[in-house]
């Protein structure tokens, strides 16, 4: 397997990097409308980049809500990077960020098909099956311990 690097990143400075990601995994793979995921949030969000041998092939960000609140959206790895775990060490990676920032309740709006992942990294549902860009979601919470 080749080896996977993460980097926690700027967005200004690798916008490209990560919209090539996005651009791929939502526009055009899910079909999501570029206005939906271009929402004018990311420049105050937290990224985070996967690296495969120089390429970048996932990514997240972390959004704050308030002081105590954050929120993981965006996630995305390239099809032929799936199924090597990459999801979900950025998953990983960006409920470590919110710990950091002493944030204790985490939210994501989980792509139905995927709820497994979330359900094993601690999450759990509340509500219904809501749809967003098309596609079923549903709302999950993880409380978490921040460090200190």
Same mark, same amino acid.
């Given at each position: 397997? #080749? +080896?996977?690097?993460?980097?926690?990143?700027?967005?200004?400075?690798? #916008?490209a990097?990560?919209?090539?990601?996005r @651009?791929?995994?939502? =526009?055009?793979?899910?079909?999501?409308? &570029?206005?939906l995921? !271009?929402?004018?949030k990311?420049?105050? $969000?937290? =990224?985070? !980049?996967?690296?495969?041998?120089?390429? &970048?092939?996932?990514?997240? @960000?972390? %959004?704050?809500?308030?002081h105590?609140? $954050?929120?993981?959206? @965006? !996630? *995305?790895?390239? &099809?032929?990077? %799936?199924? %090597?775990?990459?999801?979900?060490? !950025?998953?990983?990676? $960006?409920?470590?960020?919110?710990a950091?920032?002493?944030?204790?309740?985490?939210?994501?709006? $989980?792509?139905?098909?995927?709820?497994?992942?979330?359900?094993?990294?601690?999450?759990?549902?509340?509500?219904?099956?809501?749809?967003? *860009?098309g596609? *079923? +979601?549903?709302?999950?919470?993880?409380f978490?311990?921040?460090?200190i």
């Amino acid at each position: 397997m #080749s +080896h996977i690097t993460f980097k926690t990143v700027n967005y200004k400075e690798y #916008s490209a990097a990560i919209q090539g990601v996005r @651009r791929s995994v939502f =526009h055009i793979e899910q079909g999501v409308d &570029p206005a939906l995921d !271009l929402d004018g949030k990311d420049e105050t $969000a937290d =990224h985070i !980049l996967a690296y495969v041998e120089n390429q &970048p092939v996932g990514t997240v @960000r972390v %959004r704050y809500l308030d002081h105590q609140t $954050a929120k993981i959206e @965006r !996630l *995305a790895v390239l &099809p032929e990077f %799936r199924g %090597r775990g990459i999801g979900k060490l !950025l998953m990983e990676k $960006a409920l470590e960020i919110a710990a950091n920032k002493q944030i204790n309740t985490v939210v994501i709006h $989980a792509q139905d098909y995927v709820k497994s992942l979330y359900l094993k990294l601690g999450f759990v549902s509340e509500g219904e099956k809501f749809y967003e *860009a098309g596609i *079923a +979601h549903v709302k999950m919470l993880k409380f978490i311990k921040s460090s200190i």
